[in-house]
């Protein structure tokens, strides 16, 4: 199984600023790489599919890159609904596998 | 629009099988790209993938869980089917199925771009 790797586990951030969240696999997945988000108690929503494609209806804030086994989810001015728990996902082939998941917290 | 709803029991015993069944709506299970998967989530823990099914009827495991899932198409076209054999208090969380898009007939680079509400299973006696 592809092992995704998540860093960091948590990060404290306020209002506006630039928020980097990392995702490195242990093998190359070309760009078959997805970001979700999830809020408490609800269920995860899918950001950024195949690296760096915005899903429809999500702020042009979200970004995400690739550099080859290394992939950046980036928050340019965080805004209060975007503290949340956020994971990553290969989808280069099955079983998928996630990372453990990135907590942004209001600091 | 797309929809996705889980059900079953909330609470299991130790060694009994579970029974999830997820309702779609909005999209048909037998056209090309089209998958529905499960994924869980014990409390305060990460994600985790379960199972998939495809639109032709393919089926894929977590390797870990492999020995003890059954994912099927459900007796309505719009349904699809987790059996989970000798839970386990570890297997509490909670259980959510979505719709997967493959790319074409490819399932690799796919996403997840709709999910269920989700529903919460304790195994306990």
């Known amino acids: 199984d592809i092992l995704m790797t998540q860093s960091p586990s948590s990060l404290s951030a306020s209002v506006g600023d630039r928020v980097t969240i990392t995702c490195r696999a242990s093998?190359?997945?070309?760009?078959?790489l997805n970001w979700y988000q999830q809020k408490p108690g609800t269920a995860p929503k899918l950001l950024i599919y195949?690296?760096?494609t915005l899903q429809s209806g999500v702020p042009s804030r979200f970004s995400g890159s690739v550099s080859g086994t290394d992939f950046t989810l980036t928050i340019s001015g965080l805004q209060p609904e975007d503290f949340a728990t956020y994971y990553c996902q290969q989808s280069y082939n099955l079983p998928r596998t996630f990372g453990h998941g990135t907590k942004v917290e209001i600091k | 629009q797309v929809t996705l709803r889980e059900s079953g029991p909330a609470l299991v015993k130790p060694t009994e099988t579970l029974t999830l069944t997820c309702i779609f709506s909005g999209f048909s299970l037998s056209t090309t790209g089209m998958c529905v998967s499960w994924v869980r989530q014990p409390p305060g823990k990460a994600l985790e993938w379960l199972a998939l099914?495809?639109?032709?009827?393919?089926?894929y495991y977590s390797t870990s869980l492999k020995t003890r899932l059954t994912i099927s198409k459900g007796t309505s076209e719009n349904q699809v089917v987790l059996t989970m054999t000798n839970m386990d208090p570890v297997d509490t969380a909670t259980y959510y199925c979505?719709?997967?898009?493959?790319?074409?007939?490819?399932?690799?680079?796919?996403?997840?771009?709709?999910w269920g509400k989700g529903t919460t299973v304790t195994v306990s006696s």
């Open positions: 979505e719709r997967m898009r493959g790319r074409g007939y490819s399932l690799s680079g796919g996403y997840m771009d709709a």
């Open positions: 099914i495809d639109w032709d009827d393919d089926k």
């Open positions: 195949s690296a760096s």
């Open positions: 093998q190359s997945i070309s760009t078959s």
